[in-house]
């Protein structure tokens, strides 16, 4: 399919929930991707419009509700705000940034929905659904929780998230109950609307396997998966008492499913943007209506699904709207290893980052733009965060940054000396770097942003070899005139620098700019050797990024062992109690208090520890133990322990023990050896 000249773009970045604030998961998956390629577009003068906004319906809000007692509006009112202030302290730069629970988007989602219900787009079904008898609701699939039929682990009536990762539907949990009140739910009868996505599966084939080949391998695959199945109804409205009325008789109690109304929120929030300013952004038809406008949705791949097949069926049904161009989904981030949970605090969250990292938002989205999960999960690591700083950042752009500018302040005050005649280091270093426009342009078309911002790192590397290899600080001595035009072209370097990683890194750019003392560049001076003028007066330099010491890196991995120990802790459940015996039985077992002598591993074997241990007899006892991988022998000499004195001997790899160290097994499976809060004698009886 040849691929269309458009006079405008419309991108979208996934609404997130306002239920919790952002942390670099959303960051790296949505919205640094999206920035960097609207900052491109600006760059370009292309006309384009970002569009981004709260998803402020849904079970997950109702949930945070129920959990602090307050109403959905109040923790939609906060972490709206939140989220808002991070997306904005990281300089993404929207150009309206609204919410689902607004007025217009209210009248709008509404009237979506109307439109193609009179027009028998919709079909009306009666199911049965898991209903809460005491607390009177219908349960969605994530207010159901119970037992994985898979994996056994504790899952919702969506998905095992904490276990084997299944798709689930409610009636396959074992053991199922409300998640609000503990509850059995019953079956009951509830009628909804639904899409028939089947109708539009033939379209959706050739709209997306053939026309669409172009799309990232990993949202491509997924619509295939969905594509090769027969697809079914969809129900567009839910029963719950949080959303968006549902706008027709006989649908009391009843709102628009949330990935129904939440992608309306993309348009609604571009309607209420053109009333503010109609003058500059004219009407929001011509954004998403008008055949000329390409339309980007940037989301995760949680969401490839709700925009490639469900946003699109409800848009070609409504009859009046152009369809993506492109939806460029990231995998996830991981977080050490880890996959980032919100539930279980397991998150660098941004509004935290920069209380230990003031002013350093682009080091976290050079960063995160360098491990960006375009097309499998990555991960995120605290030291290759400090290395990429300190090694990157630091040391290639800030160090080539530095040089240029503090050389052309100690030998010219500053001011941009003029250009002699260029030698073949000259020449070569230009040659280097004369095709990063068309490299970065093309990445940055294909959406590949991870090696866009490469490239865009190596003109500093060109930059840093070249000043080396000239020597300006010994050339000045020597020949005051070839020293100019090394400087010259180095800060023709620079400035090309300002200009590829103002997409990337926003602050720095602007803070280089301001070094260089020019208000703003063109994106068409990228790769030109003749941008900054002889004669222009330079600013003041200072470095443009500072190391991150060994300290701040270990807090943040201190937090993290903290966190992964509350988690380990409020996770783990007792053993049930075993069926009871008499006292008399009990009385039976002779525990003792014994020193431990001497502690040795058995050989050829790697659980076993060999104890000689003081059990007041005036005989040393040897006594088995299985704990050689959580205890070293030299740990346990000196010790008192507590031990089964009256067992049976019995020989083990050859060795009589003649007892029982009693140990206590930990959440994660450990042994602990029992011990006392004071000192006794050894043959003391516990009783």
Avoid at 148 to 170: D, F, I, M, S, V
Avoid at 266 to 275: D, F, I, P, Q, R
Avoid at 583 to 589: H, I, P, R, T, V
């Amino acid at each position: 399919m040849e691929k269309k000249d458009y006079k405008r773009t419309t991108v979208t970045a996934a609404l997130p929930y306002a239920n919790g604030g952002v942390h670099i998961g959303h960051l790296a998956g949505v919205y640094v991707p999206a920035d960097i390629y609207v900052r491109y577009l600006r760059l370009k003068k292309r006309e384009v419009v970002f569009i981004g906004g709260s998803d402020e319906h849904g079970v997950p809000v109702t949930q945070r509700a129920r959990k602090e007692g307050i109403t959905p509006q109040d923790v939609v009112d906060r972490y709206h705000e939140m989220i808002k202030k991070s997306f904005e302290d990281f300089g993404i730069s929207f150009d309206i940034y609204s919410r689902t629970t607004s007025k217009t988007h209210h009248q709008f989602a509404a009237d979506w929905f109307r439109k193609l219900y009179d027009e028998g787009k919709l079909v009306e079904q009666t199911t049965k659904q898991f209903f809460d008898e005491k607390s009177g609701k219908f349960l969605t699939d994530r207010d159901v929780v119970g037992e994985c039929p898979y994996c056994h682990k504790t899952a919702y009536g969506n998905q095992c998230e904490e276990g084997c990762g299944r798709a689930l539907e409610p009636t396959e949990l074992i053991n199922p109950r409300s998640k609000e009140t503990g509850e059995v739910p019953v079956l009951k009868e509830t009628k909804n609307w639904y899409l028939p996505l089947n109708e539009y599966q033939e379209w959706l084939k050739q709209w997306i396997l053939e026309d669409h080949k172009e799309w990232r391998s990993n949202v491509y695959g997924q619509c295939k998966s969905w594509l090769d199945m027969d697809l079914q109804p969809r129900a567009m409205t839910r029963d719950l008492d949080w959303g968006i009325p549902v706008p027709i008789e006989g649908a009391e109690g009843k709102v628009l499913y949330v990935w129904f109304d939440a992608p309306i929120g993309y348009v609604s929030n571009t309607k209420e943007l053109c009333e503010r300013d109609p003058k500059r952004w004219g009407s929001w038809q011509k954004w998403w209506q008008d055949e000329d406008t390409r339309l980007v949705h940037f989301i995760g791949k949680d969401n490839i699904v709700f925009h490639c097949i469900i946003f699109p069926v409800m848009m070609k049904a409504h009859g009046q709207y152009i369809m993506p161009d492109n939806v460029p989904a990231n995998e996830f981030l991981n977080l050490e290893d880890n996959k980032i949970s919100t539930s279980r605090n397991w998150a660098v969250w941004l509004h935290e980052y920069l209380v230990d990292f003031p002013g350093k938002q682009d080091v976290l989205r050079y960063v995160l733009t360098a491990n960006a999960p375009e097309t499998k999960d990555n991960n995120f690591t605290w030291r290759d965060f400090q290395d990429r700083n300190n090694n990157e950042l630091v040391a290639v752009y800030g160090n080539f940054v530095n040089r240029a500018l503090q050389l052309t302040k100690k030998y010219w005050n500053g001011v941009v000396p003029a250009c002699g005649e260029l030698t073949d280091v000259e020449k070569h270093a230009i040659d280097e770097f004369k095709d990063v426009k068309q490299k970065v342009e093309s990445l940055l078309e294909q959406f590949k942003f991870r090696e866009a911002q490469f490239e865009a790192m190596n003109l500093a590397r060109i930059g840093n070899r070249y000043i080396t290899e000239c020597e300006p600080w010994k050339v000045w001595k020597t020949d005051p005139k070839r020293c100019e035009t090394i400087l010259y072209v180095s800060l023709q370097l620079t400035a090309n620098l300002a200009i590829a990683f103002e997409p990337f890194l926003p602050f720095s750019s602007k803070k280089l700019r301001q070094m260089l003392n020019i208000d703003s560049f063109d994106w068409n001076q990228l790769g030109q050797t003749d941008i900054l003028q002889p004669g222009h007066q330079l600013a003041e330099p200072e470095l443009l990024f500072e190391k991150i010491d060994d300290d701040a890196i270990q807090a943040q991995l201190d937090r993290l062992e903290r966190i992964r120990k509350e988690n380990e802790a409020a996770q783990y459940k007792a053993e049930p109690v075993k069926p009871n015996v008499s006292f008399e039985d009990f009385e039976k077992l002779d525990i003792r208090v014994g020193r431990v002598l001497t502690c040795e591993k058995v050989k050829k074997s790697k659980k076993l520890l060999q104890f000689s241990i003081d059990d007041g007899s005036g005989q040393p006892r040897t006594i088995l133990s299985g704990i050689a991988q959580w205890w070293e022998p030299e740990q346990l000499v000196g010790k008192d322990v507590l031990f089964v004195a009256n067992f049976e001997p019995r020989k083990i790899m050859g060795i009589e023990s003649q007892g029982m160290i009693l140990s206590a097994v930990d959440h994660d499976g450990a042994l602990a050896v029992t011990s006392l809060l004071r000192e006794v004698k050894p043959g003391s009886q516990v009783g």
